[in-house]
């Protein structure tokens, strides 16, 4: 289980989080939701150990992550896979390299083992066939893809997904949201989402939790978020410009 307890973080001295608690079980898939700037990356950036919070704890099965440091942290991290928003891929290294990254610097499978491991990934993906490409020559949405190729490559227990359809047509996007659900589905994976796509976010979620004013203000299944009385959660569900929350 994951869990974010009392979590507070400011960036010189303006406050994004404050006393923010979430929960995820074991093998649940949650999806974030919440507005632009309201401390979605930030929050899941968290859960990995790349950010400490100023004050409160995240716990992986029992584990604190804020005090894991060298080695530990390292290993730790092993058992996470992460989409980070804008892909984060390494521009002088091929797709291949990429997408193979932890294994090559990780595991002891031969090259021949690798290529097979990132052919799948890719597949997954729709990118058959472009391990030799370099990040440069790729569309937004494809480096996307690889990115999330990447991401899933170790076979994590956990992954956390940072905006995965935004920027992608409609049609793959549709693809994604499903491959995240199957991956949850068949492999069991503990998967964190985080997405402005409501449509997304009812696809792939058990739970779902909205980021609000600093805090996690509800969390509930797909349905119970759509048919909340919550004027808050109502108004960012159905994008109206009208309600509490003010358009800037
Ligand atoms: N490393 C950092 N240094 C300073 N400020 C930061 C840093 N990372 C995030 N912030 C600030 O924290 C706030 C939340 O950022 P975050 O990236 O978590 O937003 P978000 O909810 O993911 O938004 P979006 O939906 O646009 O991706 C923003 O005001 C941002 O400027
Ligand atoms: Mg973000």
Same mark, same amino acid.
């Given at each position: 289980?994951?869990?974010?307890? +009392?979590?507070?973080?400011? /960036?010189? &001295?303006?406050?994004?989080? #404050?006393? *923010?608690?979430?929960?995820i079980?074991? =093998?649940e898939?949650m999806?974030?939701?919440?507005?632009?700037?309201?401390?979605?990356?930030?929050?899941?950036?968290?859960?990995?150990?790349?950010?400490?919070?100023?004050?409160?704890?995240?716990?992986?099965?029992?584990?604190?992550?804020?005090?894991?440091?060298?080695?530990?942290?390292?290993?730790?991290?092993? +058992?996470?896979?992460?989409? /980070?928003? &804008?892909?984060?891929?390494? #521009?002088? *290294?091929?797709?291949?390299?990429?997408? =193979?990254?932890?294994?090559?610097?990780?595991?002891?499978?031969?090259?021949?083992?690798?290529?097979?491991?990132?052919?799948?990934?890719?597949?997954?993906?729709?990118?058959?066939?472009?391990?030799?490409?370099?990040?440069?020559?790729?569309?937004?949405?494809?480096?996307?893809?690889?990115?999330?190729?990447?991401?899933?490559?170790?076979?994590?227990?956990?992954?956390?997904?940072?905006?995965?359809?935004?920027?992608?047509?409609?049609?793959? =996007?549709?693809?994604?949201?499903?491959?995240?659900?199957?991956?949850?589905?068949?492999?069991?994976?503990?998967?964190i989402?985080?997405?402005?796509?409501?449509?997304?976010?009812?696809?792939?979620?058990?739970k779902?939790?909205?980021?609000?004013?600093?805090?996690?203000?509800?969390?509930?299944?797909?349905?119970?978020?759509?048919?909340?009385?919550?004027?808050?959660?109502?108004?960012?569900?159905?994008?109206?410009?009208?309600?509490?929350?003010?358009?800037?």
């Open positions: 289980m994951i869990e974010l307890r +009392n979590i507070c973080k400011s /960036f010189n &001295g303006h406050k994004v989080l #404050d006393d *923010l608690n979430l929960k079980e074991t =093998g898939s999806v974030i939701i919440g507005r632009s700037g309201c401390g979605k990356s930030v929050t899941l950036k968290h859960i990995i150990g790349i950010m400490e919070p100023d004050a409160g704890s995240v716990l992986v099965d029992n584990i604190n992550v804020t005090k894991l440091n060298g080695q530990d942290l390292k290993k730790f991290r092993m +058992n996470f896979g992460m989409l /980070f928003q &804008g892909g984060a891929l390494f #521009d002088s *290294l091929s797709v291949l390299e990429n997408v =193979g990254f932890q294994l090559f610097e990780y595991s002891d499978l031969s090259l021949g083992e690798i290529r097979k491991r990132v052919a799948e990934c890719l597949a997954m993906v729709g990118l058959s066939g472009i391990e030799n490409a370099k990040p440069a020559e790729l569309s937004g949405g494809m480096k996307k893809r690889v990115a999330l190729a990447r991401a899933i490559c170790m076979s994590p227990e956990i992954i956390l997904f940072d905006e995965p359809t935004t920027g992608i047509d409609p049609i793959m =996007g549709d693809v994604i949201n499903d491959l995240i659900r199957r991956l949850h589905d068949t492999l069991k994976t503990t998967s989402t985080v997405t402005h796509d409501m449509k997304s976010a009812y696809k792939i979620a058990d779902i939790a909205m980021l609000y004013n600093k805090k996690i203000i509800a969390v509930g299944t797909p349905d119970e978020i759509k048919n909340s009385d919550n004027p808050v959660i109502r108004q960012f569900v159905t994008g109206s410009a009208v309600g509490p929350i003010t358009g800037y």
